[in-house]
């Protein structure tokens, strides 16, 4: 990709930094725009030109065009790059599609959605959803009886683990529970170091 | 690909749908073999050795490999085969993923869900939780506002439209209000006829 990239997103939003970690292990230029979800700031009519949904984050490619949805952009960014994220093996690639679905559909809105509230709204667990809880922990659980190897794929890392990755490293934010899960934790660490997170980035 | 693709899957799922339709489309030979969710037929042992989820639809291809995930599969299926459903163009192709994780974000949670509880089992509207009407709604009206052209991407049709068409074509069924979208009905008989889908297919 010639060009600089800009990407809309919040610095404490596992969905945003993913699109950052993966710009700069593919070795793309980009411009970082700080937006706050909690300060409505993705609400206004400037954004919302950007992104119909009022979400980050987005991302306007270096020809004007803006794209939205966290993993259909680090796709586009590993896709039109020359990274190796994602797998050349037709399966593999839909193996890592498959995992960044279930990401979207059984993990973020569980383990995002009570952090966010947790941590950041400062909401008690009282004032929580139980069902949050639950299904956060079910989608834990599922990872750590999954690793079949250093990464989610195997030996490489791929798309699917910075998707994976983003809330999964910060879920003791929203009350889960990482201590009991050691293959979590090491792969946790693996992953933050193949991308060169910070331990620290991104915390509430 | 060559071999038989067999497909698990429910015939009033949306989601099982998608697959045998874009198997058709493509050209793939494929066994299809009814599970039925509403029965706890995803439940058993022997189904979860398949898909440790215990959801369908899940396939396994010619080489006994199996993968779950109705929009990994579809990609799969159309990007192993002869068919035209991916774009070529990086950002189309792109533009074309997020749609479809949108679909399982924003889509399918509110629209699959309340009809599935409404028209299966059986649920009456004071039963049902008043979020899933606001946010399938919301779903809805986004997608009335955003066609450019015949299909989501514009000219062509692409998986984009046969993954977002599964649960619209049917949303009516969870007493979602389609009369009044005229852009969206017309693009569902668009798409129905892209796909070679009747009518009648797949409804409670």
Redesign the interface.
């Known amino acids: 990709m010639t060009g600089r990239l800009t990407i809309y997103g919040d610095r404490i939003s596992g969905n945003c930094l993913k699109v950052k970690w993966v710009a700069r292990h593919a070795g793309v230029n980009f411009d970082w725009i700080d937006v706050s979800v909690a300060m409505g700031e993705t609400q206004t009519d400037e954004f919302r030109q950007l992104n119909?949904?009022g979400q980050a984050p987005v991302v306007v490619?270096p020809d004007g065009?803006s794209?939205?949805?966290?993993?259909?952009?680090i796709?586009?960014i590993a896709?039109?790059s020359s990274s190796r994220l994602i797998p050349l093996d037709?399966?593999a690639?839909?193996?890592m599609?498959?995992w960044?679905?279930?990401e979207?559909?059984?993990h973020?809105?569980a383990i995002a959605v009570r952090r966010y509230r947790k941590a950041i709204l400062r909401r008690t667990d009282a004032e929580l959803d139980p069902a949050l809880l639950e299904k956060g922990e079910r989608a834990l659980t599922?990872l750590e009886?999954?690793f079949r190897g250093p990464f989610l794929l195997g030996e490489e890392a791929s798309l699917a683990d910075v998707a994976i990755v983003a809330y999964t490293r910060v879920a003791d934010e929203g009350g889960f529970d990482l201590a009991s899960r050691p293959r979590t934790r090491a792969w946790i660490s693996r992953v933050e170091r193949a991308f060169d997170i910070p331990e620290t980035e991104g915390r509430a």
């Open positions: 119909p949904f490619f065009r794209l939205a949805q966290s993993n259909a952009i796709f586009a896709d039109m037709g399966f690639r839909a193996e599609l498959a960044m679905f279930w979207q559909y059984s973020e809105p599922h009886q999954t």
